[in-house]
């Protein structure tokens, strides 16, 4: 048995989860969904910015574009802070595809111009 | 004297959905003020996740869900200004803005919105004791620094405060190769969400100690150097012997936020206990045709509710133009038992076909009724399993039930569920 928070949405409903993965405390099947994939296989998203290079202090905000294992963040993060991009920047450009294979692209969120 | 039918004052989320509202019930003639050089205001440092589940039923960040709105103003044709402060507001609803170009205007409205937002407690607020040295920023200020302009304010950091804003910096610093090494809350419950301590804190191994709070900053060099803290009883007196000591050279502050009212404080508008105006079901405030709406009425913690009351502010302001919004009466809606505020607190109008009543709990409480009562007639009881103060309640009550009340009072209070 085991307890914990979801953090699908911002209800965060509490959670647990039994060895054989049943779930209950969810308020909706994404609530089971995470509680069993964070048991097996915990994922996060990642959001952080990548530096503007054609602009004065500039920086420009990204996401992954799926999540990610939750023991990739620190090697993903190094990824995105190897790299800059050029303005404009559109919301939705890939900026890394695939990134270390992982199957998550780095994505803008922010249009600069 | 330039004349325009309605001024919304900033162009963040609230005002931005003011504006849309108000053009979709016909009014064309809108101008909004906006001091920065972008429309969105505080989303646009918010680069993380989580925004628009209600709104888009998608997850997106900050940056991503202001653009969506400000993309649907200039397609709409909405004129708004940047880089435009505005300095003065009277009760005959002349606003007063400048910018480099314009230089300073006088524009007469028929209804001005105010969407100013909020602003976060500082050091000086909170009375802090210790040295006075760099290196004391409030969570705000370190989330522009790095998401806006891309330096950490600090190597080794210690929060005071669990408020979200605290929560979500405490990662994204982690993130960029800070050691965070505990956050610490007066309370003895966090005013975050709990996805947020989950997913910020206990991921990255961050502690939160509760109920202990900043016994003072030592900083003889002029940076801070450490910071102690200390437990405190539940008068919220420093326990002596339960000092932790904390080599650093940040304290980051997320000690709450204030709505950002002082234009509208000099109008002598009626205020609340949330320090934001008093408003009725129009989101008009005491000084008639001057509205109010998302941070500056009321601090939120979901932007798709700020987006859902700047609508409302907008309709209000559109009928206000339109001669529609005829008082008919003048109920009180006020707090008691367990309730901190309730909006609106005012009922005036019989436009709207449902009054969604929002507030906040004092303290955590599980199992409660939340009665509706005017005078002794109960108009309302809604059961809820689980209430915390960081999180606010909506609670929609059909117009039928708000008519021949027998008191022009309608009170929110908690009652515990035996
Ligand atoms: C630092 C901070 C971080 C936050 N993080 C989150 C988060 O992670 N998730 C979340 O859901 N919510 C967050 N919030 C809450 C968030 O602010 C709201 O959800 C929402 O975005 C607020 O919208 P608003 O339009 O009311 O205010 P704002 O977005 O603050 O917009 C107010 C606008 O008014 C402008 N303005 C103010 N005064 C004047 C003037 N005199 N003249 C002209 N323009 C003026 C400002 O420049 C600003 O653009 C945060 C709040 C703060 C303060
Ligand atoms: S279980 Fe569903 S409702 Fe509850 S926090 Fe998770 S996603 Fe949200």
Not at chain 2, 7 to 15: D, E, F, R
Not at chain 2, 214 to 225: D, F, I, W
Request: proline fraction near 3%; charge should be neutral.
């Amino acid at each position: 048995m085991k307890e914990l928070t979801c953090i699908v949405c911002p209800r965060g409903c509490r959670l647990t989860i039994d060895d054989e993965l049943n779930v209950t405390g969810n308020s909706c099947p994404r609530g089971a969904q995470y509680a069993k994939d964070e048991l097996t296989n915990p994922k996060r998203m990642i959001t952080s910015f990548m530096r503007v290079k054609n602009r004065e202090n500039c920086v420009v905000s990204v996401k992954t574009s799926t999540s990610i294992p939750k023991g990739k963040i620190f090697d993903v993060m190094e990824e995105i802070n190897k790299v800059g991009v050029d303005a404009p920047t559109h919301i939705g450009d890939i900026a890394i595809s695939n990134v270390l294979g992982l199957g998550a692209d780095i994505v803008i969120t922010k249009n600069i111009k | 004297m330039i004349k325009r039918d309605l001024v919304i004052i900033g162009g963040g989320s609230a005002g931005m959905a003011a504006a849309i509202e108000a053009k979709k019930n016909g009014i064309d003639d809108i101008l909004i003020l906006e001091k920065d050089n972008v429309l969105g205001g505080i989303l646009n440092q918010c680069i993380h996740n989580g925004f628009g589940l209600t709104e888009f039923k998608e997850e997106l960040t900050g940056p991503e869900y202001l653009s969506r709105f400000a993309d649907v103003v200039k397609e709409m044709g909405i004129e708004y200004k940047l880089d435009s402060l505005v300095l003065d507001v009277t009760e005959n609803k002349v606003v007063t803005y400048s910018n480099a170009n314009d230089g300073i205007v006088n524009i007469e409205a028929k209804a001005i919105v105010f969407a100013t937002g909020c602003y976060e407690r500082s050091a000086g607020a909170i009375q802090l004791s210790g040295d006075r040295c760099s290196g004391i920023i409030t969570a705000g200020t370190a989330q522009k620094y790095l998401n806006i302009h891309g330096y950490l304010a600090g190597k080794r950091i210690v929060i005071l405060g669990s408020g979200d804003i605290g929560l979500i910096m405490a990662r994204r610093m982690t993130l960029e190769g800070a050691k965070v090494l505990c956050v610490s809350e007066l309370m003895p419950y966090s005013n975050g969400l709990n996805r947020n301590i989950a997913q910020c804190l206990n991921d990255y191994n961050i502690p939160l100690y509760l109920s202990r709070s900043v016994l003072r900053v030592e900083g003889k060099s002029g940076r801070v150097e450490k910071v102690v803290l200390a437990a405190v009883d539940d008068k919220m007196k420093f326990i002596p012997g339960t000092e932790m000591e904390f080599e650093c050279d940040t304290l980051l502050l997320s000690v709450g936020l204030i709505p950002y009212v002082s234009l509208l404080d000099k109008l002598h508008a009626e205020m609340s206990s949330t320090k934001g105006a008093k408003v009725n079901d129009q989101l008009m405030t005491s000084i008639p045709g001057v509205f109010a709406c998302g941070n500056c009425l009321h601090v939120h913690d979901v932007v798709d509710f700020v987006t859902d009351e700047g609508r409302e502010a907008g309709r209000g302001a559109a009928n206000y133009i339109k001669g529609l919004s005829e008082k008919k009466r003048h109920i009180t809606v006020k707090p008691g038992n367990g309730v901190g505020y309730v909006i609106p607190q005012y009922i005036e109008t019989d436009l709207n076909n449902d009054i969604t009543f929002k507030f906040r709990v004092r303290k955590p409480i599980k199992d409660v009724f939340v009665n509706f009562k005017s005078g002794d007639t109960l108009i309302q009881k809604v059961v809820k399993m689980v209430l915390i103060p960081s999180e606010m309640v909506m609670i929609k009550i059909n117009k039928s039930k708000l008519e021949n009340l027998p008191v022009d009072e309608i009170e929110v209070s908690l009652e515990e569920r035996k």
